[in-house]
C-alpha cells in the first residue's frame, strides 16, 4: 500500500492519500483522543503523541500536531494508517455516523432562497478546492447578509484562513448574491 503526503497551507497540518475511499459519505472531524472512540483508525492515530486532531474526507485524511516534527511524526502516522487499512478494520465504530452539517443551520425562512445560492455556491465552488487542500467548509447560518460557515480539518486553525474567508469565499458569494455583505467562521 502507498500512501501519500500532501502539504496544506496550514503548517501543522497533513494530508495522507491511501488511494482508497476513507468516508464514502460526509465528513468526519475528531478534536480530542475522547472523540477518536468514534473510530478504530482515529484511536490509532491519537496513539501517536503530538497528534491533535483527525479529520476524515472522502479519500483523504488529515493529521494535525500540537507537538512535534513532521519529520518524526510523519512515519508513524503512516504506520497507523498502513496498519489500519491492512487490517480490513471498519473506519467508524457500529452506528457511529458522519458529522451532520445540517444539525445546527440557523436562517430566516424569508432568506431560504439566498440560502440554496449560498449552499449550492458553496458545493460546486468552494468546497471541491477546500478539499484539495485537506479541509472543508460547511453552512452553519445566514443573517443580515451575514454568512456563517464552519471549517473543519486544515481550515480549522489555519493561518490563512481568514484570507480565504475574506477574499475568497467573501468576495465569490457577494458577486452573485450583492446580499452578502460578510463571511464569519464559527
Known sequence: MFIQTEATPNPATLKFLPGRVVMPEGTLDL??????????????????????????????ITVTKVGGEWQHLKPAILGAIMEHFMSGAPLLRDAVMPDDDSAAEFFDADDAETVETIKELLETRVRPAV?????????????????????????????????????????????????VREVQAV
Open 131 to 179: 478539499a484539495g487542500d485537506g479541509g472543508d467548509i460547511t453552512f452553519r447560518g445566514y443573517r443580515d447578509g451575514v454568512v456563517y460557515l464552519a471549517m473543519k480539518g486544515s481550515c480549522q486553525g489555519c493561518p490563512s484562513s481568514t484570507a480565504t474567508l475574506r477574499h475568497g469565499i467573501q468576495n465569490l458569494l457577494h458577486h452573485f448574491l450583492p446580499d
Open 31 to 60: 478534536r480530542s483522543a475522547e472523540d477518536a472512540a468514534r473510530s478504530p483508525l482515529a484511536e490509532r492515530l491519537f496513539g501517536v503523541e503530538g497528534v491533535g486532531a483527525v479529520f476524515f474526507g472522502y479519500d483523504f
